[in-house]
């Protein structure tokens, strides 16, 4: 059985910083890719960054030249450093990984249970 956890959520006055992690644990062959995302209230669930096994990364405009991603793949954790950090960045952020459980396994989706990010003065 997999599990993806998130850490890291909680309040920070704008133009602060927080760092999200993301641990996957479990029956794991192989992890392709990794990722963020964010459902802010009454929006849908939005992309803020991804990154491949071998390092490419895809970044949300939104988050460009403030949020770095990050990535472990021996510890199969991914991190999301963000910096300057604005009140629309508010959301709950999940974590995702495209995971193999065995071999000939097709990669599927697991998600985390997701953390909240409050950006408030």
């Known amino acids: 059985q997999v599990q993806v956890v998130e850490s890291g959520g909680g309040w920070v006055q704008p133009g602060g910083s927080l760092r999200l992690s993301c641990a996957a644990s479990?029956?794991?062959?192989?992890?392709?890719?990794m990722g963020w995302f964010r459902q802010a209230p009454g929006k849908q669930r939005e992309l803020v960054v991804d990154?491949?096994?071998?390092?490419?990364?895809n970044y949300a405009d939104s988050a460009k030249g403030r949020f770095t991603i990050s990535r472990d793949n021996a510890k199969n954790t991914v991190d999301l450093q963000m910096n300057s950090l604005k009140p629309e960045d508010t959301a709950v952020y999940y974590c995702n990984a495209g995971i193999a459980e065995r071999y000939f396994s097709t990669p599927r989706d697991y998600w985390g249970k997701g953390t909240l990010v409050t950006v408030s003065s």
């Open positions: 990154i491949t096994s071998g390092g490419r990364t």
């Open positions: 479990g029956s794991i062959f192989s992890i392709n890719r």
